[in-house]
């Protein structure tokens, strides 16, 4: 039986699946600052001590659940995911795109995020039968299970690494050996031309022009002000734009169905050129073959004969 073709679906998380950045729901108002004096002291530090952004707000996060006496336990982080709000139709979105696909193709879904991979694991949607592999920012807990470092971060150009993790189906972040060995094309588990991204604003940039320019499919997803989305359509970045609505029969739901359709389709298209080459080459080969031992055998009847004629001439 023929192997079915693999659909990676790459989203990122803030403002792409849940409404908001997720330190906005609880964290923030927790250490008693508003969402706009934390980002600005946060992106004002990063500025001054030119320090990237996301480690940036990883180090105010710790420095403000400090100053405010909050807990900053990884079980912490997880029970404020609990507050997510999600756009209509995330929470019954990847189960339904894996029931439409199943008969063409095997749907994955991935999670590529800037955001806490805590809070994100702590959401309504986090299931692990939900997603192959999730990629974002993380804390390293002391011996008492306090956040005190960044383990992992995630920021806006790192994020491309993570889908040629996926493309060669080397998910280990431990593991950069692998991903970093030249793989033939024809090898890797998920060609770009397999993904979909979806993402909300520049922060996605690299990521969508990538798979874009790789011959896979971009969405930027917009919330009430389409402006950011076709700024991104203009200046082709993304392939396709939509409301952040992933309800059945809406245009993103369209839109991705139609996709895996096209990707469905062409891949089959892919192994049928794959095949057709190999027997040309094949063909090509025996051809080859069939010439070189005619030569021989000319140029064996070719020594015999002169051999016959010295024999007769002695």
């Not at 073709?5 to 250490?31: G, H, R, S």
């Not at 520049?202 to 969508?208: F, H, L, R, S, Y």
């Amino acid at each position: 039986m023929t192997k079915k073709t693999t659909v990676a679906l790459i989203y990122d998380f803030d403002k792409t699946l849940c409404t908001k950045d997720m330190q906005e729901y609880t964290f923030i108002p927790n250490i008693g600052k508003t969402p706009k004096e934390f980002w600005t002291e946060s992106n004002k530090f990063a500025n001054d001590e030119k320090m990237d952004k996301i480690l940036s707000y990883m180090y105010h996060m710790i420095l403000g659940s400090s100053f405010a006496k909050k807990s900053i336990h990884r079980k912490d982080f997880e029970k404020m995911g609990e507050d997510i709000e999600f756009f209509p139709g995330v929470e019954n979105w990847f189960k339904r795109i894996e029931e439409y696909g199943k008969k063409k193709v095997t749907i994955e879904h991935y999670v590529i995020s800037s955001g806490l991979k805590e809070i994100i694991e702590g959401s309504k949607i986090y299931k692990p039968a939900n997603f192959k592999e999730i990629y974002a920012c993380e804390f390293y807990y002391n011996e008492n299970g306090i956040a005190v470092w960044p383990l992992s971060v995630v920021n806006y150009t790192t994020k491309t690494q993570f889908l040629f993790r996926i493309n060669k189906g080397v998910l280990d972040v431990a593991d950069d050996e692998s991903v970093n060995k030249f793989t033939p094309e024809n090898e890797r588990k998920i060609p770009f031309r397999n993904m979909i991204y979806i993402g909300d604003g520049m922060t996605d940039v690299p990521c969508m022009k990538l798979v874009k320019s790789h011959g896979g499919n971009s969405i930027a997803v917009y919330n009430s002000s389409k402006k950011d989305a076709q700024t991104l359509l203009l200046d082709d970045r993304v392939n396709y734009i939509a409301k952040a609505d992933y309800s059945e029969g809406t245009e993103l739901d369209e839109i991705v169905k139609q996709i895996i359709d096209k990707i469905s389709v062409e891949d089959e298209l892919v192994k049928k050129q794959v095949k057709m080459q190999k027997e040309a080459k094949k063909q090509i080969e025996i051809q080859k073959e069939t010439k070189r031992k005619r030569e021989i055998q000319r140029e064996a009847k070719t020594l015999i004969d002169e051999k016959d004629e010295n024999i007769k001439k002695s």
